[in-house]
Nanobody, 116 residues
């Protein structure tokens, strides 16, 4: 059974940093790109980027490029999203997801709030 678990996000001040994690289980960790997606209240989903767990190669949306960094710990089967220089518009619920056996599998999501 595929599981993607995100421990809590949190509150961060503008210009600050926060790291999210996504613990994966139930599938071969190295075989599937992991995507990060976010959603603001009342808005649609926004793709943030993705990471190849094999070599860490990552692709970022323009809105976060240069501020967000993806990484992974293959031993712990965990992905990370390091947020830096955060802005108020980064306030969203963040999800990690994979496409596995014909459908998307999502984490439960974690709230990130950027506020003074």
């Amino acid at each position: 059974q595929v599981q993607l678990v995100e421990p809590g996000g949190g509150l961060v001040q503008p210009g600050g940093s926060l790291r999210l994690s996504c613990a994966a289980s139930g599938f071969t960790f190295s075989s599937y790109w992991v995507h990060w997606v976010r959603q603001a209240p009342g808005k649609g989903l926004e793709w943030v980027g993705n990471i190849n767990p094999v070599d860490g190669f990552s692709v970022y949306a323009d809105s976060v490029k240069g501020r967000f960094t993806f990484s992974r710990d293959t031993a712990k089967k965990t992905l990370y999203l390091q947020m830096s220089s955060v802005k108020s518009e980064d306030t969203d619920v963040y999800y990690c997801k994979i496409f596995y056996w014909g459908r998307d599998h999502w984490s439960q999501g974690t709230q990130v709030t950027v506020s003074p």
